[in-house]
Nanobody
């Protein structure tokens, strides 16, 4: 099970930190990532980290967002800086054998319920 927290509202240029708490499995053995979906748009990958520690980011968040994992706390974090209005979306945490922002998540992937991020200009 995955539970996200930390969403909310921010001004453009501001920061938010999203957290995803995993339970029922050892998250360090899996890939985990963040996807987002804005109203009227499809779900898109944001960033991911895999079991070997490698990270991958969508180009539109490089240099602004940082994904990290605390294996002791079984928690995934997304630090979002220099937010833009176009970052407004529902953000979802996902766990799977491997996760890449540019690939669809397999049917075995586990999703959280999502947390809303709203950025105003």
């Amino acid at each position: 099970r995955l539970v996200e927290s930390g969403g909310g509202s921010a001004q453009a240029g501001g920061s938010l930190t999203l957290s995803c708490k995993a339970s029922g499995f050892r998250s360090s053995a899996h890939g985990m990532g963040w996807f987002r979906q804005a109203p009227g748009k499809g779900r898109e990958g944001v960033a991911a980290v895999n079991g070997d520690g490698t990270k991958n980011y969508n180009d539109f968040v490089k240099g602004r967002f940082t994904i990290s994992r605390d294996t002791a706390k079984n928690t995934l974090t997304l630090q979002m800086n220099n937010l833009k209005p176009e970052d407004s979306a529902m953000y979802y945490c996902v766990a799977d054998r491997e996760v890449f922002w540019y690939l669809p998540v397999s049917d075995s992937g586990v999703w959280g319920q999502g947390t809303q991020v709203t950025v105003s200009s």
